[in-house]
């Protein structure tokens, strides 16, 4: 069964950091994997991308800077480090994997695996 399985979320205090991981079924690791965040009563905020096969990133202007998105193809994982956290970061947080990403990818419509999220609370 294809799943995604996210850890390593937790509360911090502002200036903090994390390293959330996402390890997934090998068959899954498809063209390009994402993080994705969502607070209470906001809309779904695309975090960071990284392409499978090039390790190309791209990141949303409110985390650049700040968050690292890499791999480890062997473990099947992908990682984003958060530093320099912020009140504002606090979200719950999701791994996501697509066979195909434009510059749309932030809207997650292209994400069809998803993982249960992991919880990221940043106090002042």
């Known amino acids: 069964q294809v799943h995604l399985v996210e850890s390593g979320g937790g509360s911090v205090q502002a200036g903090g950091s994390l390293r959330l991981s996402c390890v997934g079924s090998?068959?899954?690791?498809?063209?390009?994997m994402a993080w994705f965040r969502q607070a209470p009563g906001q809309e779904r905020e695309g975090v960071a991308l990284i392409y499978y096969a090039s390790g190309h990133t791209y990141y949303a202007d409110s985390v650049k800077g700040r968050f690292t998105i890499s791999q480890d193809k062997a473990k099947n994982t992908m990682y984003l480090q958060m530093s320099a956290l912020k009140p504002e970061d606090t979200a719950m947080y999701y791994c996501a994997a697509a066979a195909f990403c434009d510059n749309t990818w932030s809207t997650g419509a292209n994400f069809g695996f998803w993982g249960q999220g992991t919880q990221v609370t940043v106090s002042p």
């Open positions: 090998e068959s899954i690791y498809s063209v390009c």
